[in-house]
């Protein structure tokens, strides 16, 4: 599968089998409360499969500033 | 994971309510927090008109989006910055959004009207980004509302903002901003507009879920001037208690202000308001905050351009 990360810096990452989306991003180092996983046009739960043939994208969802 | 409503496949969890939703049940969801925060705080009315504050981002865009369906008078306000492509990016962003849904957007330039960018604001008077620009927010969030006739301005600030604003006042004790911090801050006679936050109910992830799952086109990049925010390190720490326990920060925030924030009320004193001497805003002070910010810049501007005219010792130019 392939892993597309937008934040801090754009990057891809890849695995290979069919993994949960909380395996991902355990993988990953990112804590599941601060982004969405989008697939297509849906978001994943944190359950949900992924693929090995699937492309997801990571979402950051916190900005800041004032 | 199922949709506690229909039993589908569920699109989003909403762990601290031991939840999770399809996508129309999760927009349901989304509507009725909006609605209950509007109607449970007395935000505003249906006939009245509302002025949302816009930057193009997810958190605005959706909370114009939700009033639109809500069937609200809401139109936009997007004040350009002056932060270079991000600017230009995110204006187009909600101007599309506004073109999109035949609604209301006005756009105000502040170098047009102030002779600086935010970035050389912040420059020329040694401010951190986010400082000179919430500054440069508020004062013409409220000068604009109040000129075009709005009763009410509504700002994109969910949950995790208002949780980390919290955090951040409790750790200074600031207990002048905690007696203050609130959902809704009322119109005064003294010239500020009602200001309100009809996401507060909503985290910042549920505010982003929405706004994907209604195809909202929202500019995903940070704000270039954020990073090292101490909001997002508020955030970032406020997350990992989440992460742990589920609801910490509606805990945090909806506890403190059901129990909190009325201490804060009684213990503190609000300073009398009158109008600044230069602008007519309402200050404490002879001269408020943003105009002495400006007048600042302006004389840092007139410094750097006297010491370039300067004759160099050797003799060179001073250059630009």
């Known amino acids: 599968m392939k892993v597309h990360i937008r934040h801090p810096q754009p990057r891809t990452v890849e695995f290979s089998g069919n993994h949960p989306v909380f395996w991902v991003l355990k993988q990953l180092e990112i804590n599941p409360e601060t982004v969405l996983v989008i697939r297509g046009n849906d978001l994943l739960t944190s359950d949900a499969m992924v693929y090995d043939q699937d492309e997801i994208e990571v979402r950051s969802a916190i900005s800041g500033g004032a | ?46 006939e009245d008109p509302v002025l949302v504050a816009v930057s193009g981002g997810k958190d605005s865009l959706a909370l114009w989006d939700v009033l639109l369906r809500l069937g609200y008078r809401a139109d936009g306000l997007y004040i350009s910055l002056g932060i270079d492509e ?6 187009d962003k909600s101007a599309a959004f506004a073109e999109a849904r035949n609604a209301t957007l006005h756009v105000v330039e502040v170098e047009e009207e102030y002779g600086f960018t935010v970035p050389l604001l912040a420059s020329h008077t040694r401010r951190v980004p986010c400082s000179a620009c919430g500054m440069t927010k508020r004062h013409m969030f409220n000068r604009i509302a109040r000129d075009r006739g709005y009763a009410v301005l509504a700002t994109g600030h969910n949950l995790d903002d208002e949780a980390a604003s919290l955090l951040g006042n409790l750790l200074r004790w600031q207990t002048d901003y905690l007696a203050r911090q609130h959902p809704v801050l009322p119109a005064e006679q003294d010239g500020f507009v009602k200001k309100v936050k009809p996401l507060y109910r909503l985290t910042e992830k549920e505010t982003a879920a929405y706004a994907i799952l209604t195809g909202i086109d929202y500019i995903v990049e ?3 001037n954020a990073a090292g925010a101490r909001s997002l390190l508020y955030k970032e720490a406020l997350n990992l208690l989440e992460r742990e326990s589920p609801g ?17 009320r009684q213990a503190g004193e609000r300073p009398e308001l009158h109008p600044c ?3 007519g805003e309402p200050t404490t002070a002879e001269v408020c905050a943003f105009c002495r910010l400006v007048e600042q810049a302006r004389r840092t501007r007139e410094r750097r351009a006297a010491a370039a005219a300067l004759p160099r010792a050797d003799g060179r130019d001073g250059g630009p």
């Open chain 2, 1 to 46: 994971m199922r949709c506690i409503k229909c039993r589908g496949t569920a699109s989003v969890e909403v762990r601290r309510h031991n939840s999770a939703f399809c996508r129309d049940h999760f927009l349901e969801y989304f509507e009725n927090q909006v609605r209950r925060a509007i109607q449970e705080q007395e935000m505003f009315r249906p």
């Open chain 2, 222 to 224: 940070e704000c270039p």
């Open chain 2, 248 to 264: 910490t920060k509606h805990q945090l925030y909806l506890g403190f202000l059901e129990k909190g924030r009325p201490a804060f």
């Open chain 2, 86 to 91: 991000y600017s230009r990016v995110s204006r």
């Open chain 2, 277 to 279: 001497a230069q602008c």
